[in-house]
């Protein structure tokens, strides 16, 4: 009978940790004009970013937004500190949820290498809905970074598993003073169930 509860406790400890580990990494899809990007979010790295992110998702807020705004090496030249990114999540005003509190990369230690996905922002703690992607490894927008006066960085929470090159498609269409003169739309973002 003692074998059969040590037993019993062990699969429940088991199950336990497995499910533990299966939320540690979710995945989405990001269905554009272009293709498809899938992501991979970090929550036990990141959660309240993921949260952030996962609840915009979920309640399909993200659908039929755009990717609107492209820094290159070309429209970034006047700028003291330049970096390549994607900025997308353009959403109505009234479907914005509350700002988050920044999760920054001293606290995370997702660094925003090439394909990281992170939240845009303004002040420290005024991150809502759009994110941006990573072209190339961009250190200025870690923390400690040069990119904003803040120093505090950017809350980088995922990466890019598949599609780069469609991220790379979307850096090269036209744009003006960094704004896509045609954004590219998001069909929609969803969960990948495995």
């Avoid at 199950?15 to 540690?24: C, D, E, F, L, V």
């Avoid at 807020?61 to 390549?84: G, L, M």
């Avoid at 090439?114 to 250190?139: H, K, L, V, Y």
Wanted: aromatic fraction near 6%; include cysteine; hydrophobic fraction near 35%.
């Amino acid at each position: 009978m003692k074998n059969i509860k040590v037993v019993l406790l062990l699969l429940v400890i088991t199950g336990i940790s497995n499910s533990t580990h299966a939320q540690k990494s979710i995945k989405c899809l990001i269905d554009t004009s272009l293709g498809e990007i899938e992501i991979e979010l970090y929550q036990d790295k990141a959660p309240i970013t993921v949260q952030n992110f996962l609840q915009y998702v979920d309640s399909a807020t993200y659908n039929n937004s755009s990717f609107f705004r492209t820094c290159t090496k070309e429209n970034e030249v006047d700028r003291e500190i330049k970096i390549q990114v994607i900025q997308g999540g353009t959403i109505p005003k009234k479907t914005v949820r509350a700002p988050i509190k920044i999760e920054t990369t001293a606290i995370t230690k997702i660094l925003h290498k090439n394909g990281t996905i992170s939240m845009a922002r303004s002040e420290p703690d005024s991150a809502t809905s759009s994110f941006f992607i990573c072209i190339n490894d961009q250190p200025e927008l870690d923390f400690g970074g040069k990119r904003n006066p803040d120093g505090q960085g950017f809350a980088a929470f995922g990466e890019v598993t598949k599609g780069m090159d469609i991220v790379l498609k979307i850096q090269s269409q036209k744009n003006k003073n960094q704004q896509l003169l045609e954004p590219i739309q998001i069909h929609a973002i969803t969960r990948v169930t495995n």
